[in-house]
Nanobody
Framework: VQLQASGGGLVQAGGSLRLSCAAS????????MGWFRQAPGKDREFVVG????????YYADSVKGRFTISRDNAKNTVYLQMNSLKPEDTAVYYC????????????????????WGQGTLVTVSS
């Protein structure tokens, strides 16, 4: 499956952005999905994951209550709504797909994901 992330940009602290991850080549409903991010000079970190059905999610503590993941399997797209953005949210955001997942299973480790998008840069100014 090929993943294309979009929606990044420059936003002031407290603002919002919505990232999209469009999949092609395979049916997205076959995959658990996740968003990761990598800030300059830091390791990649897990942000949020969603199960194949969309009914199960898991958020990193750093974004809980501010970010919302959703998926539209009919459109083969996953979304990340980011509100109340902070300068520390600045990073390249990557979407990823994990095969072999049960319907409600959420993946939280990068090693569990098989396919990765190219990343979209989010910059939050103070």
């Amino acid at each position: 499956v090929q993943l294309q992330a979009s929606g990044g940009g420059l936003v002031q602290a407290g603002g919002s952005l919505r990232l999209s991850c469009a999949a092609s080549g395979r049916t997205l409903s076959n995959y658990a999905m996740g968003w990761f991010r990598q800030a300059p000079g830091k390791d990649r970190e897990f942000v949020v994951g969603i199960g194949r059905s969309g009914g199960s999610t898991y958020y990193a503590d750093s974004v809980k209550g501010r970010f919302t993941i959703s998926r539209d399997n009919a459109k083969n797209t996953v979304y990340l709504q980011m509100n109340s953005l902070k300068p520390e949210d600045t990073a390249v955001y990557y979407c990823a797909a994990a095969g072999g997942s049960r319907w409600y299973q959420v993946r939280t480790r990068g090693l569990e994901y098989d396919y990765w998008g190219q990343g979209t840069l989010v910059t939050v100014s103070s």
